[in-house]
């Protein structure tokens, strides 16, 4: 696991109060109870003040698990640093 990966791991739990050992990439979002809309916004939010990057709208729908989530996030920080 890099450290993005451990960050963006981080985050994921403070934010959905999830101990790290029930994270997995396969954590999806129909399926982890503490995951609801309301959680899901603020998830976004932290991930975009964290790392400096703006999440368009289809990203932010598109993040229905925890890889996906990782895979988003490491594509934008990653574009920020191109620019």
């Not at 450290?3 to 934010?15: G, L, N, P, V, W």
Request: some cysteine; proline content about 1%; aromatic content about 8%.
């Amino acid at each position: 696991m890099t450290d993005t990966d451990a960050k963006i791991k981080s985050i994921f739990c403070e934010e959905l109060g999830l101990e790290d050992g029930a994270v997995t990439d396969a954590t999806a979002y129909d399926s982890t109870e503490a995951w609801d809309s309301f959680k899901h916004l603020q998830l976004v939010a932290r991930l975009e003040e964290e790392f400096g990057i703006e999440l368009p709208v289809d990203d932010v729908i598109d993040m229905s698990t925890f890889l996906k989530v990782k895979e988003i996030v490491k594509n934008h920080i990653a574009k920020k640093g191109a620019t």
